[in-house]
């Protein structure tokens, strides 16, 4: 497999990383460097760990995975973008931002946008490639976009504070729709 090739798949698979960024960038108040990079490294992370761990599962699991793997990512999009929307009608604003790095947020959100990876690692198994130098580049994009998402989400929801959770929460929702409506071939991006 070609690095044209590798690039082009490290882009699509972190797209869904990069909207989470930007959702995690419109929630926070101000905009910190290490709220980026942690969001980055979460991101780049279980981007580079699904495909490895998909391609040493390989053919033995991967009918199992696709039959479920689109459930638990628009599960765990729902619950925390439903979650992002109720906070954002919490009339408390004691400067707490919910634009939060805590392991539970954050693990749980890699794991939600890294769902697809695996499957790549499962095609990785069957066609020659270099699945370390595979998943460097998949995470280092994923890691650039995420960074970027945060920076792009917090320039716009400094402006628009109010609305931010509520667009946020939607978005989240709307990107578990889109996972599940892809699997089953109703909608395809």
């Known amino acids: 497999m070609d690095l044209i090739t590798l690039i082009g798949i490290g882009i699509s698979l972190s ?12 929630t926070t108040k101000r905009f910190y460097l290490n709220t980026a990079l942690i969001c980055g490294l979460w991101f780049g992370f279980f981007q580079a760990l699904m495909p490895v761990i998909g391609y040493f599962v390989g053919i033995h699991f991967s009918n199992l995975i696709s039959t ?3 459930w638990i ?28 790095t805590k392991f539970k947020t954050m693990f749980v959100l890699a794991v939600a946008t890294s769902i697809d990876a695996l499957a790549v690692g499962v095609t990785f198994a069957f066609i020659q490639v270099n699945i370390w130098f595979a998943v460097t580049i998949i995470g ?39 996972i599940l409506l892809e699997h089953f071939e109703i909608f395809k991006l």
């Open 140 to 178: 280092l994009i994923t890691f650039a976009f995420s960074v970027c998402g945060v920076m792009i989400g917090n320039f716009f929801g400094a402006r628009f504070h109010k609305s931010a959770g509520v667009i946020g929460g939607c978005i989240l929702i709307i990107l578990g729709v889109k």
């Open 68 to 70: 479920f793997d689109h």
């Open 73 to 100: 990512a628009f599960g765990l999009l729902l619950i925390i973008g439903a979650n992002m929307i109720r906070e954002s009608f919490n009339d408390n604003d004691d400067g707490s931002d919910n634009g939060s």
């Open 15 to 26: 797209m869904d990383a990069f909207s989470v960024s930007i959702c995690k960038g419109l």
